[in-house]
């Protein structure tokens, strides 16, 4: 069977490897021979094995009907986007890791496969090599999801990490994710939570089967998280990651965001390190199951693109069914101020004038109270509580700096 | 869609009332409706809004044609295997939360399944709810599986937590779990790592493809493990945990085994607490893996169930390919004295005379040494050492008591 591979950067250079490399094995485990004819990208690559196989047009691969699946690893949107829409309109299946095309247009490129009845599988788009959206389709099935929450990017978690391990500044900890190539030169999709943001969109449309738009999801990176806010957090046997979440509400609507977050070391998240990354899930009948493992890294990544690429030739007459169709503008609700338990970090002069503040005024709100050694603060976490009812507790207080964090305990 | 059920005890039970209560959604999702038409059980269920569906015949779902996929939950080996294969042989898809048949029979039914092109799913047959059989053979599909270990069973594990958090003995450990319905009245299985075994077997064999029989897996439960030992491990900052495991070895050959191993608060699976389960599992290109979630409890396995059924039901004509040949006796190999980290307690008259003895005699085996509170014991973590060299070492001591115990440091 012959497949195109689209992009042939780190992700498309895994995928042509492993397809070269293991050509055999996957025979044997599909009992169908895979050919790559055609890699799509515009620079030179002369001096590998499989160089012939090489075009920069993109007419070469739709035109050929002996072409039944592509492999789409360029990233971004354009000219992904284009090029996804018009292989699945000519009838042929794709795959893809990018998610930033996912999350965008996914109920769209969803829609047309369907039509066409071919696949479109997008299984290392989110986690890298984890396997979660097919588990989650798939093995779930009987259930209803109810709400899922996720360590989703790898460079975060990594700095966080290092913030509370080490104790490490965030800013050192960004340097060293950048020297160990774990951090793109410009960061900012990382750190602002925005790749994470397009994971929670994928993720929450599988879940609840209505398309998920980025600009839905509240999203907060962790610049503003400073090793002070570690070490508080640490105080109280937790550590500070950055999670994304979605849950159901009541009323068929739903919440999803991404922001950092206070987590108990009870939590199996919280054991989360490094580059990994993990996916909490929980079903109505099977309660919660979490799946772990390298979120990003070629050969993980390229390893979960190549499994797409071969669930798709052993079932190219039968197209998978995903329920996900169009969102809209009301579906999710990012205000909802529920009651939660809230960490809190109050600096002012000195840590006994604002524990006599405290204890008069918020004595009741709270279990436990905690200084940072050396400094003039104290934090505690609240009983639930709803933020606006919080933030105006302590709008009444002069001359002190607030700094309020969700959690998760 | 017509299905049968075999077994109306936990699970039977389970898979009915998902089936029933949930038929549009299910219908929704596979696009197909599915009816059951038989319940097979010898005893009476008179007064369930399903009774008429009863039958104590078994010939009834075999004889009907109509009848494509039938969902067997008896449990055990007979009648269980000869109900399932003449099932296979007139050409109905079984699913089966059956890990006693399938580690049994497995290579036989899969065989049977293959010639007669219909399906032979068994996801709830290792962890109940925890995805997992099928994210291993689909989604990580381009790995060569290297080696696994898990916690397989939940009353071990909520027996070794209780120990460990409540420093309550393995006997009064277990009668709590029987009261809390986590143990069987005869715990057997559970405790001796019988049933942990069975996993280990249908784990191994979809890992690396030849089956692997109970018979082959050294295995060896918790009734030994004592409060001093869980103490003793927690002064070197780990947990005791029953482990399953398996691992490719450089001949072809596999090893396996079931034991109580000592565990790093550093590794995943030493925050795997109560009943919960969890599989690491690595594969060459993708890294470690994990995949956690409730081990038992009906409605996760039942669910598990159900999703197989939705499965086959969507995909009646095309058959999962599994890779699982017949195995033979020299397959699997369990004396391979590997050099190891071993976890050593010598007993003795007083500590300080152990201490003189083992620095002598020791030294430069370990890393570390500690005592227990109030006893006469030393214990240490050796560094890696084949078992066979340890235990000759140890040998010339007289008038102390050793304990010896595996590690994932």
């Keep these: 069977m012959n497949v195109a591979i689209m992009g042939h950067g780190v992700v498309g250079s895994g995928v042509a490897e492993i397809l070269i490399h293991r050509n055999s094995l996957i025979a044997e485990r599909i009992k169908n021979d895979i050919n790559i004819k055609y890699i799509l990208d515009l620079r030179e690559f002369n001096d590998l094995s499989y160089s012939d196989k090489f075009t920069k047009n993109f007419s070469d691969i739709l035109n050929d009907d002996s072409v039944k699946i592509v492999a789409e690893a360029m990233g971004g949107i354009n000219p992904a986007y284009d090029f996804v829409k018009r292989c699945l309109l000519a009838g042929k299946s794709v795959v893809t890791s990018n998610k930033e095309l996912v999350a965008a247009k996914g109920a769209e490129l969803i829609k047309i496969a369907n039509e066409k009845n071919v696949n479109f599988l997008f299984e290392a788009s989110v986690g890298g090599g984890i396997p979660v959206l097919r588990p989650m389709v798939q093995c779930l099935a009987a259930n209803e999801i109810t709400e899922f929450s996720g360590i989703l990017n790898g460079t975060t978690n990594f700095i966080l990490n290092k ?81 994304g979440h979605a849950e159901k509400l009541t009323n068929g609507k739903i919440t999803a965001f991404v922001r950092p977050t206070v987590v108990s070391r009870e939590n199996m998240l919280s054991g989360v390190n490094g580059v990994f990354n993990a996916i909490m899930i929980t079903g109505d009948q099977t309660g919660e199951v979490m799946f772990y493992g390298k979120g990003a890294g070629k050969e993980a990544t390229a390893s979960a693109v190549v499994a797409d690429v071969m669930d798709c030739a052993k079932h190219l007459e039968s197209r998978k069914y995903l329920d996900w169709c169009d969102g809209d503008d009301n579906y999710v609700v990012n205000d909802t101020d529920s009651e939660e338990k809230m960490f809190v970090r109050i600096i002012g002069k000195d840590f006994d004038s604002l524990k006599a503040t405290f204890q008069k005024e918020f004595g009741s709100l709270t279990s436990s109270v905690t200084k940072n050694e050396f400094s003039k603060e104290i934090c505690f976490i609240t009983n639930p509580i709803k933020k606006s009812v919080l933030n105006e507790k302590l709008s009444r207080f002069e001359n002190i700096e607030i700094k309020i964090l969700h959690t998760m305990i």
Tied chains: 1, 2.
């Design 163 to 243: 913030m509370i391990v080490d104790n490490m500044s965030f800013e050192d900890a960004l340097k060293l994710a950048q020297e160990n190539g774990y951090a793109e030169k410009d960061p900012t999709a990382d750190i602002e939570g925005h790749d994470a943001c397009r994971k929670v969109c994928i993720l929450a449309t599988l879940s609840f089967g209505k398309h998920v738009y980025p600009e839905q999801v509240a999203t907060d990176g962790i610049t503003k998280i400073t090793l002070d806010d570690v070490n508080a957090a640490d105080s109280f046997g937790c550590v500070i990651k950055l999670i």
